[in-house]
Every structure is written in C-alpha cells, then in structure tokens.
C-alpha cells in the first residue's frame, strides 16, 4: 500500500500564495495517478488538481484553473501544488491522494493525512 505524506498547509493572507508536496511511498518506476483535494467545513471532499504521473496529463478543477499548478517533482514520487491568489473561501484541510482516476473521489483508497490552508481576509 502507497503511503502519502503532505507537507506546507499553513495561514496565507487572501490574495497569498503557497506550495504543498506530497511524497508517495509507492514504486518510482510505476505510473499512476495522483491528485490533490480539499474538504472544507461542512462539505463534501472536492477535487483540485490531478496528474498521471510519468504521463504528465493534467487536470484542474475549474475554481483554480489559471491559479493553482500542479507539478511533479524530480522523481514521480513527488507532486506538488503551487496555490495563487488564494481567497478565503479556500480555507479547508488539502488531502494528496494516488491510484485513483482524475478527481473522482469515490475512485480513491490511499490518502495523506491531510493539511490545513487557512486564508485570512
């Protein structure tokens, strides 16, 4: 079973930037997918950012299209995702999550431990 580990939640100003990565435990040769997501209080887990590793396809939700990027690192064990223009309604625990399909939650079983971006107004 792949182990995720998420680091670089923390407070930002509205308008803020900041950088999470996730790195798997998993084989670095094999290619899956991996993707971020998000649960904010009192909703539903939502999708933010996806990439098939080793392939390198991309996907977005479309609330951050033009402002988040996702990206692997030197190995494929490593993603990241770099949040611009971060706006208060964006407050919520960030989840990485890997072998899975797109930003389809329910096709998800390994997950991090989560971490919390808070954006202040």
């Known amino acids: 079973q792949v182990q995720l580990v998420e680091s670089g939640g923390g407070e930002v100003e509205a308008g803020g930037s900041l950088r999470l990565s996730c790195v798997a435990s998993?084989?670095?040769?094999?290619?899956?997918?991996m993707a971020w997501f998000r649960q904010a209080p009192g909703k539903d887990r939502e999708g933010v950012a996806g990439?098939?590793?080793?392939?390198?396809?991309?996907e977005y939700a479309a609330s951050v299209k033009g402002r988040f990027t996702i990206s692997q690192g030197n190995t494929k064990t490593t993603v990241y995702l770099d949040m611009n223009s971060l706006e208060p309604e964006e407050n919520a625990v960030y989840y990485c999550?890997?072998?899975?399909?797109?930003?389809?939650?329910?096709?998800?079983?390994?997950w991090g431990q989560g971490t919390q971006v808070t954006v202040s107004s």
């Open positions: 999550a890997a072998g899975g399909l797109r930003l389809d939650t329910s096709k998800y079983y390994c």
């Open positions: 998993g084989d670095p040769a094999a290619n899956y997918y």
């Open positions: 990439v098939y590793t080793g392939v390198g396809s991309l």
